[in-house]
């Protein structure tokens, strides 16, 4: 299996496979912390960082788009005795819900609707019969030029039980592989989408995209173990 082209892996048994991990190494099982900010299906405590470097080689300066994104903003901080810095300055989530302050609240299975792609740009449109999930108040009401995001994270409700915790219900689930190949079209040539989820995505096969890596997540003994998988745009 091909392994992306950022960060450094090591999956090899050897002498120091027990020791301590070494910067800038991620191996092909994550047991992480549980998620710190008190948020159903938050990200787990160090998988931003992890995630970070595999699909932008750890730079906090390039965009990464949470879609949808929940309440990853408040990912950053000691929490627990615990310092956390995987969310970056120019980061953007996506969301339906406002109370989770989205920079785009939309709803994440009608992405190709809401952005429009030209050249190496996107241009936000806001539908105009906003629903009653939709934010009138900030930049999701009015049309905006922006630049390509360097990597997506997509981490949605895993399936129908846990998406009625939150509030747009089941009833607007997305479909993991669209959802997968809405956010490849999003990005530039060259460039990932991770996706965090129960299921392991089995789009369409395309000429366009290829997937490069393959996760397990945990947070430990007692948990229900989730699959992140990286897919590079062609």
Known sequence: MKRPLTGNLNCMIEKHFYGPLRSGEVRDTMIL???KHAYHGGYPAGFLERARLLLVGGSQDASIWHVPGGKAKQYNGIRGGVSLT???????????DPICNPDFCIDVRKL?????????????????DQDLFYNTKKESSFIQNLERPKAIIIDRPYDNENADKYVPGRSLLPNLN??????LNLVDKGSLVGV???KWPNPSPSIQFE??????????RGSTARWFTIWRKR
């Open 112 to 128: 190709k609707d809401h952005f429009i792609q030209k050249d190496e740009t996107l241009t936000f449109i806001p539908f105009p």
């Open 211 to 220: 997937e490069v890596s393959v996760y397990s997540v945990s947070t430990g």
């Open 33 to 35: 912390g549980r998620c």
């Open 178 to 183: 669209q959802l997968l190949i809405d956010c």
């Open 86 to 96: 995987g969310f970056g300055k120019y980061d953007k989530t996506i969301d339906l």
């Open 196 to 198: 965090l989820d129960y």
